[in-house]
């Protein structure tokens, strides 16, 4: 699938047979929050919004971007690997990464218009 080959780039997987172990890992050891910031500018959203949408406080996140080579802890990697596993896969079904975006940003009636 090419979503997954889209993820496994954005997270700077060189092999292009990744696995879900390769996620487990990323998972426990950390993601960089350079990468997130990154991942948050990539959707067009900004840092508030993602905040309410992994539920991750929005003071961490600016604690956790302030800082130079700071880590996620493996519970904040996990929502982000979350959220850019859904990016990817909508940037798929859709077609378009601009319309990706626009439909991750639009209220969704299944949850209650988040």
Request: charged share 35%.
């Amino acid at each position: 699938m090419e979503n997954t080959k889209q993820l496994a780039n954005f997270f700077g997987f060189k092999n292009d047979q990744i696995t879900p172990f390769d996620f487990i890992k990323l998972t426990r050891k950390g993601m960089a929050a350079g990468l997130l910031k990154k991942l948050i500018n990539r959707v067009h959203i900004n840092q508030e919004d993602f905040a309410n949408y992994s539920g991750i406080k929005n003071r961490t996140l600016s604690r956790r971007f302030e800082e130079t080579g700071e880590k996620l802890t493996p519970e904040e990697t996990e929502k982000a690997i979350r959220f850019a596993r859904i990016f990817f896969e909508s940037i798929d079904v859709i077609g378009d990464e601009d319309k990706a975006s626009a439909w991750l940003k639009r209220p969704n009636r299944a949850l209650n218009d988040e």
